[in-house]
């Protein structure tokens, strides 16, 4: 299984970004599917998780500036982020929780990571 994240870069407080991610491979199903990020020297945090049945899970801090959306056909996930300001600059990875086969346990799996920088 692979995650290829694509969409970050270099935006002025106050803009906005919109970061993709693709699941493929050998997938049975994906039940979470969503993005974390980590800041230079903090930890990596939950940024925001969608569930198969559509339900979300925002952290505090980007409740009503950043919307997700997920395409369960395609494996796929969007995350619109509007008024960006430097704390959010971090480093934003694609994160699945994925099952292989019908009777596989469920594995999570990483992106590579998106850079997000915004300047002040």
């Known amino acids: 299984v692979q995650l290829q994240a694509s969409g970050g870069g270099l935006v002025q407080a106050g803009g906005s970004l919109r970061l993709s991610c693709a699941a493929s491979?050998?997938?049975?199903?994906?039940?979470?599917m969503g993005w974390y990020r980590q800041a230079p020297g903090k930890q990596r945090e939950l940024v925001v998780v969608?569930?198969?049945?559509?339900?979300?899970n925002y952290a505090d801090s980007v409740k009503g500036r950043f919307t997700n959306s997920r395409d369960n056909a395609k494996n796929t996930v969007d995350l619109q982020m509007n008024i960006l300001n430097p704390e959010d600059t971090a480093v934003y990875y694609c994160?699945?929780?994925?099952?292989?086969?019908?009777?596989?346990?469920?594995?999570?799996?990483w992106g590579r990571g998106t850079l997000v920088t915004v300047s002040s």
């Open positions: 994160n699945a929780l994925v099952k292989v086969a019908r009777y596989s346990s469920r594995r999570s799996y």
């Open positions: 969608i569930t198969d049945d559509g339900t979300t």
């Open positions: 491979g050998t997938i049975f199903s994906i039940s979470g």
